[in-house]
């Protein structure tokens, strides 16, 4: 344990104030730590302290515990207190007098909405006006309630699919999106002169009592300073509201089941409510997920892309199968209801479909609704991230779609909506879907939004209901017209310090070496996001027009390719694939070589 990290260890112990919880658990790291000088306790206590938990386009996401490179309430106090200052500098209307506001919504977490109103209390401190749920509520609830309600910025409380030891802070710009690179640079760089202890203002001490007797206490709390608001019912009504503004068209759902899950999140009532409203009334609930519960128990890791998450509903679709009763379809959204996994039951199984497959699917259905009722806007405009299969692009063209390319996060799809917005032009986006689940097909948030991504499903699967088969089937269709497309997303988990080094290692060995080195197949054309550079096999060299990122991508000479980037939210390295070919071996073949060839290359890079 170095001198530094002792030092921080002894600021936490020597704060008055430290909560019981983290004053014993780090007080019991150090007695294990100078018991064995070195090991496990040392190693967790360098955990603890070698970094501040960073703050970045997809806000700050941690373990929670002790420790400045943890999520608990100082780490929270400090990040909002960066903000506030931000939005002080920015965003206060001098002139006018005006309060800035910012909105507050939180997930199902442990400790979301103790962190919360941790928030809500530091703007309030710093005379911010507060708007707050009073229960949890979705993430795109929050970005709907940041519009709805003029504020400057929101804040969500939710570690999204993370395991239960994480919690996590997204922060919200004016227009409902998530801070883009620029804002998000200007709110670290305040946040980093911050001092955790000692520059922080807060309110929070002034208020004692459950969850709800505080937000009763703090919102008559005013005498003239900044306003804590309890967000109406008529918010989320309006919420849901507009989701189902969005709906292709009433379906006949007779005869056509489905199983939902909220995996222990916040979709439960918002999903529910919405499917109850288009028709879906045979709508079966997977009971041990239903209620709200940070622990997850029975879905240790409440990601809706991995199989692993939809154990618990793909079991009740056997068993009401086995009842002769078999639901057509599985929906399970993660915590915090912006993303949503899809299982279809084809040829007397259940087939899981990936984040591309569903974003293929719904992008074909919204542009057939749209062409047979008349309403597909002139020009029409879609989005993807460029990691999401270009098999969009292809079906996108045939129906006259602009098909925009953007980084990897919802954040740039919603950026687009606000640029057309800002030119009078929103109602040509038409959809944007990201390859991990995530599906908007609306104005009304700048997030992915799974309570709308279950409406429109639940009218896809019935629709091909009506036409006699499956979203398989009409996923085939459309292979056969625009070839077989493979995707495959790679994930090398590397925790830690020295994960962190070598996902660092990866990426420039990756930048540094030639293709010829790295790649068997040769290499057309290299992008790299972070020089904003793209170079071409002949050596020409022309510029991105994308955000600096660590991203980097390989286009090798039959068309695949290759796209690295560390992780924004969980300590791992991505690498995605993508291949296409006439036949479906063909592009399975090909995805396999290729997956294969960089498992051996990550491997060989130490």
Request: glycine share 8%.
């Amino acid at each position: 344990m170095t001198n530094e990290i002792t030092e921080k260890l002894r600021l936490w112990l020597a704060q008055p104030d430290l909560e019981a919880a983290l004053r014993a658990e780090l007080s019991a790291l150090e007695q294990a730590a100078v018991r064995a000088s070195s090991g496990a306790a040392a190693d967790a206590l360098n955990d603890r302290f070698y970094r501040d938990l960073e703050f970045g386009t997809a806000g700050m996401r941690g373990i929670l515990g002790a420790g400045s490179n943890r999520m608990n309430i100082y780490t929270v106090r400090r990040i909002t207190q960066g903000l506030a200052n931000y939005i002080n500098d920015e965003k206060r209307d001098t002139a006018g007098g005006k309060r800035p506001s910012v909105a507050i919504g939180y997930d199902n977490r442990i400790q979301s909405d103790v962190f919360a109103f941790e928030t809500a209390c530091v703007l309030l401190a710093n005379g911010i006006d507060v708007y707050i749920y009073p229960r949890l509520a979705p993430t795109p609830a929050l970005s709907f309630a940041v519009r709805h309600c003029g504020c400057d910025a929101g804040v969500m409380i939710t570690a999204s699919h993370n395991t239960k030891e994480y919690n996590g802070y997204k922060v919200y710009d004016a227009a409902g999106e998530q801070s883009l690179p620029e804002e998000a640079d200007a709110i670290a760089a305040r946040i980093e002169r911050v001092d955790i202890f000692g520059e922080v203002k807060t309110c929070a001490s002034d208020f004692d009592g459950a969850f709800a007797e505080r937000l009763a206490a703090a919102r008559c709390a005013g005498d003239g300073a900044a306003r804590l608001t309890i967000l109406p019912e008529s918010v989320m009504d309006a919420y849901i509201d507009a989701v189902l503004a969005l709906s292709m068209g009433k379906r006949n759902f007779s005869g056509f089941s489905a199983v939902y899950t909220p995996l222990n999140g916040t979709g439960n009532l918002p999903v529910r409510r919405a499917l109850a409203v288009i028709g879906l009334t045979d709508l079966h609930i997977v009971r041990e997920q239903e209620n709200p519960d940070g622990a997850f128990p029975t879905c240790p890791y409440p990601n809706p892309e991995k199989k692993e998450a939809l154990a618990r509903g793909l079991a009740l679709c056997e068993r009401l199968r086995a009842e002769g009763r078999p639901p057509d379809i599985l929906m399970a959204t993660d915590p915090d209801c912006d993303r949503v996994g899809v299982a279809v039951l084809h040829e007397g199984a259940y087939r899981l479909l990936t984040g591309n497959e569903v974003g293929i699917l719904l992008l074909d259905f919204i542009c057939r609704s749209r062409e047979a009722a008349g309403t597909m806007p002139k020009n029409p405009v879609a989005v993807k991230t460029i990691v999401s299969s270009p098999l969009a692009a292809v079906v996108a063209a045939r129906y006259g779609v602009e098909m925009i390319n953007v980084l990897t996060g919802f954040k740039f799809i919603g950026r687009e909506i606000t640029r057309l917005e800002e030119k009078g032009e929103a109602e040509r986006y038409i959809f944007g879907f990201e390859e991990s689940c995530g599906y908007m097909s609306g104005t009304h948030v700048r997030d992915k939004d799974a309570v709308n991504a279950c409406v429109l499903i639940a009218e896809l699967a019935a629709s091909c209901k009506e036409e006699r088969h499956t979203l398989i089937d009409r996923l085939e269709e459309i292979y056969r017209s625009y070839g077989f497309f493979e995707n495959v997303l790679l994930e090398f988990a590397m925790v830690g310090e020295s994960g962190m080094k070598r996902i660092g290692r990866i990426m420039r060995a990756l930048r540094e070496r030639s293709p010829q080195e790295l790649f068997h197949a040769p290499v057309a054309e290299t992008a790299d996001c972070l020089s904003s550079r793209r170079r071409v096999a002949d050596g020409c060299e022309s510029g991105i027009d994308l955000p600096k990122a660590d991203v980097l991508e390989f286009v090798f000479s039959d068309g695949s390719s290759v796209i690295a980037r560390p992780s924004g939210t969980e300590p791992k390295l991505k690498i995605y694939l993508a291949v296409s070919g006439a036949t479906r071996e063909a592009s399975a073949s090909a995805a396999q070589a290729l997956r294969e060839e960089i498992g051996a290359l990550v491997d060989g890079i130490i």
